[in-house]
């Protein structure tokens, strides 16, 4: 996809620092750019921490039909962001699964082009190069909670090699094990018709069984999840480790924790710490 860049909008950094219940004041810049998406655009905000030293860019994705802002409005992360130099980009996702294709049967479009594809076509190339993010030879790291949490895996295998290392919170990575999904139907069409499909696009279980994985991996996920089995993650961790050994692979369940921001914000610490280990090794 060939892609024009339209001169950004960049606001000043207090009229977007967003209403937080958290007592932490941001030390950064918090800004909002506009990126092409075929005959639309898409916000995306960015968050430069003031250190001299940047240690690492952050792709933090959203979950299903969640604001771009609730990352950073409902926990702490600019405030981890600021302590460990991380630079954190929040795209505007909506109702994206991180598809890489739409097919006929395909009744929920997140825009002309695929979530997925426009990460990897727009997003991506438009911060490389109006802002020096997501360099070669960058620390790059992704995150994110639920459907951002399968996007984490499917964002790091639509892009091989780019991202160094992931964090996955209450995602699902199998689409075999959720027949009756009907967001998967909606988007690849009805599993009994097609099964193979299903197998073969956009499923990181499948891909990971085919020797596709190379990233370093957290996953997270509450034993009280009432949105997104648990099993998704355990078994995703199961295989990782069982066939990648070599790869840094670190599974947490929080047993008492659910699908919220309550839960996600309690993994930020964690998160961070794996990022830095993946750094410091490098």
Sequence with gaps: MKTVLPEFLLLPALLLMPESSHAYKPTGVLSTVKVPASSSEI???????????????????????????????????LSFADKYAYRCIFPEMNTSCYESVYFPETRLKWSPIPGGAWVRDALIPYMR?????????GLNCVMGLSTGGRGVALVSLQNPGLFKAGAALSGDF?????????????????????????????????????????MPLYIGHGGKDHVVPFS????????LSEK???????????????????YWGSELQAVFDFFESIRKAN
């Design 43 to 77: 916000l995306v905000d960015i968050y430069i921490p003031s250190a001299k030293k940047i240690n690492g860019d952050i792709l933090v994705l959203p979950g299903w039909k969640f604001s771009r802002t609730r990352w950073h409005k409902e926990t702490e992360l």
């Design 129 to 137: 190069k109006n802002h020096g993010i997501f360099a070669d030879n």
């Design 174 to 214: 199998n689409q075999l094990a959720m027949p009756n999904d009907n967001l998967m139907a909606a988007l690849y069409g009805n599993f009994s018709a097609f099964r193979e499909r299903r197998r073969s696009t956009d499923t990181p279980f499948e891909s990971a069984k085919e020797g596709k994985w190379s």
């Design 232 to 239: 998704q993650s355990l078994d995703f961790y199961k295989l």
């Design 244 to 262: 990648y050994p070599d790869i840094k692979i670190v599974f947490h369940q929080a047993s008492t924790q659910g699908h919220d921001f309550a």
